[in-house]
């Protein structure tokens, strides 16, 4: 069926035709020419095909290359088992190599079908072009059949690469969620670990500050005369005592600066203060408190001569999950 001349591609007229009708109008000007270098070499090479790249499955679907569509399938679950398990279950692997490697498993998942497309595309259409010019009588039967069939599955192409997109979509946003859900969960795995997991530092009970005094006595009046008779002494009406409600009894805050932590209520929540900031290294200080609700225990941290020390000492506190109320002195 070769006249002997070509088409402005390079191929004889009769392949021309043939691919022409098997790619329909706008397939053939973006894809003949390059079918065109692949048939004058006699084999398909590597082309980029941005349209492939980015289409992937869709794209696929689209020129019905079934098998490269299944194969391109099958990777993309393989890799996204492979990093969901690289995100969910190897905590030991830093986050900078899973974001790396999932990158990595991207490229390489749009790289295939850019790279590839073409020559997947070349041998689907050489041999749609095969079949139909053995089922026609003549040549120009299997044009005809090749441009009823491009144009029969032009619209349910599209459909299917519609419906494609959607798939996949879906299926990215439902991986998506899930890896951000193990980066979170990787990212709180790798906050430090509450003093109370660690293992326990053998740490001296604190000694109580020199600078503790107790409460001094209540002032007793003078007497102004030493020799008034205890008879005026007696005649004078007793003072009626005053009542008064039960006042915390506050011992005098350490000279220097320091961390309030809080007022205890139950011994055991103070005991349990007292032991996190031990372990954490930090001078605990305890006063027991008398108040209209009882019993009290106030826990401090101090003293420092800095207030820069306090500051740090209160960071630790917070760290702990305790309030922490820097004083100065």
């Not at 689209?62 to 398990?85: E, H, I, N, P, V």
């Not at 990595?104 to 041998?123: D, E, I």
């Not at 007696?234 to 011992?251: I, Y």
């Not at 005991?271 to 006063?287: I, K, N, S």
Request: with cysteine.
């Amino acid at each position: 069926m070769n006249t002997g001349q070509n088409d402005p591609t390079g191929l004889p007229l009769s392949a021309a035709s043939l691919y022409r009708a098997a790619l329909g109008p706008a397939g053939a000007s973006a894809y003949l020419p390059v079918i065109a270098r692949f048939e004058e070499r006699g084999r398909s090479a590597l082309v980029w095909n941005t349209r492939a790249a980015l289409g992937q499955l869709a794209w696929l679907a689209y020129w019905r290359l079934w098998g490269a569509a299944f194969a391109q399938a099958g990777l993309a679950l393989a890799l996204a088992a492979a990093l969901g398990w690289l995100w969910a279950r190897a905590e030991g692997v830093p986050t900078g190599i899973r974001v790396g490697l999932t990158a990595s498993a991207l490229v390489l998942w749009c790289a295939l079908p850019g790279l590839w497309g073409m020559a997947w595309l070349h041998r689907g259409l050489r041999e749609r072009v095969a079949a139909a010019v053995e089922q026609a009588d003549s040549f120009q039967e299997a044009v005809e059949r090749l441009e009823r069939s491009e144009y029969g599955w032009r619209v349910a192409g599209l459909v299917a690469a519609a419906a494609t997109l959607v798939v996949v979509a879906l299926l990215a946003g439902a991986v998506g969620q899930q890896w951000r859900t193990a980066v979170a969960q990787a990212a709180q795995a790798q906050l430090p670990v509450p003093p109370q997991q660690q293992a326990p530092r053998v740490v001296p009970p604190p000694v109580a500050s020199p600078t503790e005094v107790p409460p001094a006595p209540p002032a007793v009046p003078p007497v102004q005369d030493p020799v008034e008779p205890v008879a005026a002494v007696l005649a004078a009406p007793a003072a009626e005592p005053t009542p008064a409600g039960p006042e915390p009894v506050l011992r005098p805050r350490p000279r220097g600066f320091g961390v309030n932590v809080g007022m205890f209520a139950r011994e055991a929540n103070a005991q349990r203060a007292r032991t996190l900031l031990v372990e954490a290294g930090l001078p605990v200080l305890e006063d027991p408190i008398e108040s209209a609700r009882g019993p009290l225990t106030r826990v401090r941290v101090g003293p420092f001569e800095r207030r820069e020390e306090a500051e740090a000492a209160a960071a630790k506190v917070r760290a702990l999950g305790l309030e922490a109320r820097v004083y100065a002195p």
